[in-house]
């Protein structure tokens, strides 16, 4: 059971769209339609941003937005703000009731 | 509003037991069909399914980790437990409890708590 891989870090300016990158394998991300996406400030709760690789909580902007092709997840957040700022972490189901995480991505917003 | 919380030392010396527990508010460990896990994250590092245990009592655990990994339910408190046993300073990490949600994700989570392993 691997990590999944995301980019380390991404950046934009307010107002410009960015994509951040989850990739998998044929096990995990390319087998489950059960991948979700959270936001994470450190010294708080980790937040739902996306679940079922496409659906949004209710409560979350619908500038994110989530899609999978093959065994990589992506999210993407269009319309940036200040407030998005914030480290972004995918998961996924990997079967037999386990789950892998990313390594998480730092997005900056310029 | 379904709130978690988890407490537990801090500080935990290597070759000895990491136990943490998370206190659920707002709903019943028992009211739904959930898994209810512990996740971590090293300094510097991305965020690791530790296990998950069903309301039930079913457990599921990373297999990295299966050996050392006890996690318990305690439907009278309700509480759910993680026990780390023979820990190095590997295991130092922000712990996290979670409630798992549609769709296989995790809707609620724990705002975690700091476990440094040094003698």
């Known amino acids: 059971q691997s990590a999944l891989t995301q980019p380390a870090s991404v950046s934009g300016s307010p107002g410009q769209s960015i994509t951040i990158s989850c990739t998998g394998t044929s096990s995990d991300v390319g087998r489950y339609n059960f991948v979700s996406w959270y936001q994470y400030r450190p010294g708080k709760a980790p937040k739902l941003m996306i679940y079922g690789v496409t659906k949004r909580p209710s409560g979350v902007s619908n500038r994110f937005s989530g899609s999978k092709s093959a065994n990589t997840a992506s999210l993407t957040i269009s319309g940036l703000q200040a407030e998005d700022e914030a480290d972004y972490f995918c998961c996924s189901y990997a079967g037999t009731s386990t789950w892998v995480f990313g390594g998480g991505t730092k997005l900056t917003v310029l | 509003q379904l709130q978690l919380q988890e407490s537990g030392p801090g500080l935990v010396k290597p070759s000895e037991t990491l136990s943490l527990t998370c206190t659920v508010s707002?709903?019943?460990?028992?009211?739904?069909?959930?898994?209810w896990g512990w996740i971590r994250q090293p300094p510097g590092k991305g965020l690791e399914w530790i296990g998950s245990?069903?309301?039930?009592?079913?457990?599921y655990y990373n297999p990295s980790l299966k050996s050392r990994v006890t996690i318990s339910v305690d439907t009278s408190k309700n509480q759910f437990s993680l026990k780390l046993s023979s820990v190095t300073a590997a295991d130092t990490a922000v712990y996290h409890c979670a409630k798992e949600g549609t769709a296989m994700s995790f809707d609620y989570w724990g705002q975690g708590t700091l476990v440094t392993v040094s003698s």
């Open positions: 245990i069903y309301y039930s009592g079913t457990t």
């Open positions: 707002g709903d019943s460990i028992n009211s739904g069909n959930y898994y």
